[in-house]
């Protein structure tokens, strides 16, 4: 299968994703955003959880800081097809 066939068989949900904010390389660091969402969970503090994920996934810790603002940001609903009720 051609890249072309796949984003074109996939093109709407790409485009949604897009028009959301959401990049590709974004799928990446899921495990990173859990991680976060554990240790904070735990009762871990904001710095300490952001030191160990960025030496654990290997990116700097102004790195993880972007990726926990832009994972933790809303969604517009009429961005992603969601009727108002």
Known sequence: MKVFEILNFNREPLKRLQQAGIRIEDVEYIDLYN???????????VSYIVAT????????ERKV???????????????LGESKA
Do not use: P, W
């Open 35 to 45: 991680d976060y969402r554990v240790m904070l969970g735990g009762g871990e503090k």
């Open 53 to 60: 994920l960025a030496d654990r996934y290997h990116v700097s």
């Open 65 to 79: 800081y972007t990726l926990i603002k832009r994972y933790g940001r809303e969604c517009s609903a009429q961005v």
